[in-house]
């Protein structure tokens, strides 16, 4: 959760309004997924460079050794669509509802207050279940979907147009290592523009996250420049 929380104070230091829209926990103790919605000025913007795989080094509270242990998380981000975007029809969806095994309370529990939502001509599915009220629920759901359909048909666009040139920053490709924290050496490296800030907690409290965003968006101006260049 170290990286979500991250995001999480990156966005309450730009103003912007972050919502928690499902978090699943593993068997292990930890954290499978979690999924925010993001709202602001200029956020797809800052953060669309943030998707990819970051790599986690510390030592754990559990290790008597003091062996430092790697982890990867997978970020990315979406654009929400707005409703003109991304049509859907009724008869493309099959929804279901169920009774949450969250937190939420009695009245969670008790009702049929979690949905699942499935687009059918796709198979993509979302549940969503934090909410005590059904109808917020399927909201959120609905706003999920909805994003997840804008950006497979976006990466499709982006694909045909793109297939003759590979952007060098914000590929997409999760596959990469994007970035790493190193907290026994205190240290972040973004590992496409080649920085490591050496303040890791500034990182993490959000303070400090623009140190690459900038790096980034300078290096896809300048690389920009560079195409047009080479057309001319």
Same mark, same amino acid.
């Given at each position: 959760m170290d990286i979500f929380k991250m995001y999480e104070r990156f966005s309450?230091?730009?103003?912007?309004?972050?919502?928690v829209v499902d978090i699943t926990e593993s068997d292990?103790?930890?954290y499978k997924e979690a999924s925010a919605a993001i709202s602001g000025a200029d956020?797809?913007?800052?953060?669309k460079f943030e998707s990819g795989v970051h790599?986690?080094?510390r030592v754990p509270v559990t290790e008597k050794l003091g062996r430092v242990h790697t982890s990867a998380v997978s970020v990315a981000i979406l654009p929400q669509a707005d409703e003109v975007d991304v049509q859907l029809r009724n008869e493309q969806l099959r929804i279901d509802t169920y009774r949450s095994g969250g937190s939420g309370g009695q009245h969670a529990?008790? @009702?049929n207050s979690a949905v699942r !939502? @499935?687009?059918l001509?796709?198979? !993509? @599915?979302?549940s969503i279940q934090d909410e005590r009220s059904q109808h917020m629920n399927k909201s959120k759901a609905l706003k999920v979907l909805c994003a997840k359909l804008y950006e497979m048909e976006r990466s499709r666009l982006h694909t045909s147009r793109s297939r003759l040139r590979s952007e060098q920053i914000g590929s997409g490709d999760r596959s990469e290592r994007i970035r790493t924290y190193n907290f026994p050496q205190g240290r972040v490296t973004d590992h496409r523009v080649g920085i490591t800030h050496h303040?890791?907690?500034?990182?993490?409290?959000g303070e400090s996250l623009d140190v690459f965003i900038d790096a980034l968006l300078l290096q896809q101006e300048m690389d920009a420049i560079a195409s047009f260049g080479s057309i001319e």
């Open positions: 309450q230091n730009n103003g912007w309004k972050f919502e292990s103790k930890g956020v797809f913007g800052k953060l790599r986690v080094q529990n008790t @009702t !939502i @499935t687009h001509p796709t198979g !993509i @599915t979302v303040a890791i907690n500034d990182v993490m409290q």
